[in-house]
């Protein structure tokens, strides 16, 4: 059940960074990227060092030309 939830949430983390900005802009994207690693971590479903990749992440996405 734990790994389910946990890939669900990163699916759904990975979909947000490659079609979000469709409706909304860079800035969005990235704070709503954030947002959703921020509570994964708060529910224990990624570690502190997966949270650190996802905001790695998060930022390669926000400065990733359009």
């Known amino acids: 059940m ?3 939830r946990k890939k669900e949430a990163l699916a759904e ?3 947000l960074a490659t079609q979000a900005q469709l409706r ?3 800035e969005e994207q990235y ?3 954030l947002k959703a690693a921020d ?3 708060l529910q224990g479903l990624i570690t ?3 949270w650190r990749q996802l905001v790695r992440d ?3 996405v926000f400065t990733r030309p359009t």
């Open 2 to 4: 734990f790994e389910q």
């Open 13 to 15: 983390w990975r979909k």
């Open 24 to 26: 909304m802009d860079a």
């Open 31 to 33: 704070d709503e990227l």
């Open 39 to 41: 509570d994964m971590e």
């Open 48 to 50: 502190g060092a997966e």
């Open 58 to 60: 998060a930022g390669s």
